[in-house]
C-alpha cells in the first residue's frame, strides 16, 4: 500500500463542512483527515467580523428599534 501526504489549507463553514483551497493531486477514496487551527492575523478577522456584522444588518454600540 503506497501512502500520500498531502498538506494544504482550507476553511471550516458555520454548518462544519471543509471548503479546501485546492484540488487534491490524489485517487479517489477514503482519506484520514487532520485539522489544525492556525494564526488569522488581526486585519484578516477584524474583516471578517465587519462582513458578518453588515451582514446581519447590525451597528456595534447602537440598538436597532
Partial sequence: MVVTILET???IQADGTLHLTE???VAPGRVRVCVESIYVPDTEFAERFAAL?????????TRRS
Fill in 9 to 11: 489549507y482550507g476553511v
Fill in 23 to 25: 484540488k487534491l493531486a
Fill in 53 to 61: 456584522v453588515s451582514k446581519a444588518d447590525m451597528t456595534i454600540g
